[in-house]
């Protein structure tokens, strides 16, 4: 069972999502542990906001072949999962929104992808 400040966050998360100028036609959850997953998940379905989350066996290079296949627009990442964003990143050529939930400020390598658009804490204000 995820901890109260972390469904807080993810409220948060999802408020700002419904808040952007162009809603999100599909959202990766690349979160540990699985109860945040699920948490995220049931909150985003609760507000029609299309999602999918990974599992541990998928290869890396599969995730990320098929997320730069899809319609995905939108990921939720942890520290945890960084090893996994990265290959997603150099696949996908379209803009994405990155969700960095764990960072306070947008870490230095995220200037490697000025396509894509990072949030980070400092945006839930």
């Excluded at 998928?58 to 945890?80: G, K, V, Y």
């Excluded at 306070?104 to 658009?117: G, I, K, L, M, T």
Aim: aromatic residues 8%; negative net charge; glycine residues 0%.
């Amino acid at each position: 069972m995820p901890k109260s400040k972390e469904i807080t966050q993810v409220q948060a998360w999802i408020k700002l999502l419904n808040t952007l100028e162009t809603t999100p036609r599909l959202i990766g959850v690349l979160t540990s542990p699985l109860s945040l997953t699920k948490c995220f998940m049931a909150k985003l379905q609760k507000n029609d906001l299309m999602s999918f989350s990974h599992t541990s066996h998928l290869d890396i290079q599969l995730l990320a072949e098929t997320i730069a296949a899809s319609a995905c627009d939108t990921l939720i990442c942890d520290r945890d999962n960084y090893p996994l964003l990265q290959p997603i990143l150099l696949l996908q050529r379209q803009p994405m929104t990155i969700i960095l939930n764990q960072e306070c400020w947008s870490p230095d390598w995220c200037w490697q992808y000025p396509q894509h658009h990072f949030l980070c804490q400092q945006d839930l204000l």
